[in-house]
């Protein structure tokens, strides 16, 4: 077994990216530097379950997550962008794109490997919602980011709806279970980006501050989230 083969710490990072945001790589970047991770992987759903569609199609969210990352450096100077990846994992399975699906797939594929699945605090208290959402703590550990409004009482409260018990120890900021499976807080970052504001805002013909000009240059580019836009055949 070579030295990249050997157990690593990855981060994952789901979700639609339409578009990808200064938040989503704030989030890997701070993640990446407080767990010590060895990578994270940007995982784009393909057909994600609780949304009815999106409005870039899976090919236009891949190629602006690929911009993003190209720039990834200005969010993670210390270890530059070369820990950050994308996986088109999702695409390759039938729909829908259901997160244990993901993470047993990624088990067969990167066995030694020790995951990390990056959630935001809100997205968490939805997660007994989620499917088949037991499994989740036996596939992976979670690091849990803070949204503004989302108290740490309420955390703990949907802490408690998976199975456990999640002992929480205060001076780590993280629950941990007896079989060592654990959930970690950053409370540091608390970025408040709306997807939907920024669609909105593109569609009007401005460039918001919160996206990278990378990705900027390939929406307007591609005419994306305009009003008679044809990019969502791409």
């Given at each position: 077994m070579t030295e990249s083969e050997k157990e690593q710490k990855i981060g994952l990072l789901g979700g639609t990216f339409d578009p990808v945001h200064d938040g989503h790589l704030a989030i890997a970047?701070?993640?990446?530097?407080?767990l010590l991770l060895d990578r994270v992987i940007f995982i784009p759903a393909a057909d994600p379950p609780h949304k009815k569609k999106t409005d870039a199609s899976y090919g236009h969210r891949v190629a602006m997550l690929e911009a993003a990352l190209a720039?990834?450096?200005d969010y993670n100077k210390k270890n530059t962008n070369k820990?950050?990846?994308i996986s088109l994992l999702e695409a390759?399975?039938?729909a829908p794109s259901y997160t244990v699906d993901t993470l047993l797939e990624l088990k067969k594929r990167l066995v030694e490997q020790q995951f990390y699945f990056i959630i935001g605090a809100?997205?968490?208290l939805e997660l007994h919602l989620w499917y088949r959402y037991q499994e989740l703590p036996d596939l992976t550990h979670f690091i849990v980011v803070a949204r503004?409004?989302?108290?740490?009482?309420?955390?703990?409260?949907a802490i408690g709806r998976l199975p456990g018990p999640f002992i929480f120890d205060e001076s780590q900021q993280q629950w941990r279970r007896s079989d060592g499976a654990e959930?970690?807080?950053?409370a540091d970052v608390c970025k408040s980006i709306s997807s939907s504001t920024i669609r909105m805002q593109l569609a009007q013909g401005q460039r918001p501050d919160t996206v990278d000009r990378r990705v900027l240059d390939y929406i307007f580019d591609h005419k994306l989230y305009q009003s008679d836009s044809t990019g969502k055949q791409a």
């Open positions: 970047g701070r993640a990446e530097e407080a720039g990834a450096g820990k950050f990846e390759e399975r039938a809100d997205s968490l503004p409004g989302i108290s740490i009482q309420e955390i703990n409260r959930i970690v807080y950053l």
